[in-house]
């Protein structure tokens, strides 16, 4: 699932639906993927979290190497306008990785690097989180519980 203000789209087997988010914690945005595996390992588990702010990373180094490379060119509005939008774009995905990769946690929500740093640390929340995944994966694959 993937959420960006008042819109979501969300895969259930091999139909993608669009459809509203009626949630306000999630209206600022939220990436939501599940593991094909029932029994993920922890280091897969790892890089599965870490996808997100790696992603923003290299979103970021994408776009902004192309904004400076192309702000040497012959200047239009259009370009200008392009150039700001790279940039801008680079600069919010390099944040928005940073931020999420900071170990924290809310109410209803940890980081990606809280969640990497339990897992790194092992111990009992490891495995609860573990079997949560389990959990997660068998009800949205339709198993009763």
Known sequence: MISVGPFKV???GETIRPGLNKH???SGGLTLMIPERLDPENSKMIW???????A???LGAVTVSLAVIFSGAETTPGLNYALYFLFTTGIVSILLGLASIIPSES???ESDGRQILDLLRGGDKAITKQHLTVLSVSILNGTRP
Do not use: E, V, W
């Open 48 to 54: 599965f979290i870490a996808a997100g702010p790696i």
């Open 10 to 12: 969300q895969k259930s």
């Open 24 to 26: 306000l914690n999630t």
């Open 56 to 58: 923003n990373f290299i």
């Open 107 to 109: 109410d209803a929500f």
